[in-house]
């Protein structure tokens, strides 16, 4: 299964090596953005883009809404494991 990790491109950091600085839930993450980059959407215009992260690359570009629809998805996974984790703990799982 393949996981991917919504984020936000807030700079170029290696322009030659197609590298961005993307935020990631808060935290800044060097991301490959070779597979998001064309004649039609350069480097220089992803900054600002939402995207798709898998392994330190941007996978795709995606809008604000899918963002943070798949955030509060991943975050409701998260509660639910936790939940889980704490009900195997105390022995009702």
């Known amino acids: 299964m393949c996981l991917g990790i919504p984020g936000r491109i807030v700079e170029i950091t290696d ?5 961005g600085l993307v935020e990631v839930a808060g935290v800044g ?4 953005l070779a597979c ?3 004649e039609e959407h350069p480097l220089e215009a992803c ?3 939402w995207v798709l ?9 995606i809008d604000e809404d899918q963002a943070a629809e798949t955030l509060a998805i991943l975050a409701e996974l998260g509660e ?14």
């Open 15 to 19: 322009a030659e090596r197609k590298l």
């Open 29 to 32: 993450r060097q991301v490959n």
């Open 36 to 38: 998001i980059v064309d």
């Open 47 to 49: 900054v600002g883009d």
């Open 53 to 61: 992260v898998h392994v330190g690359f941007a996978m795709s570009r």
């Open 80 to 93: 639910v494991q936790e939940e889980l984790a704490a009900m195997r703990a105390s022995g009702k799982a």
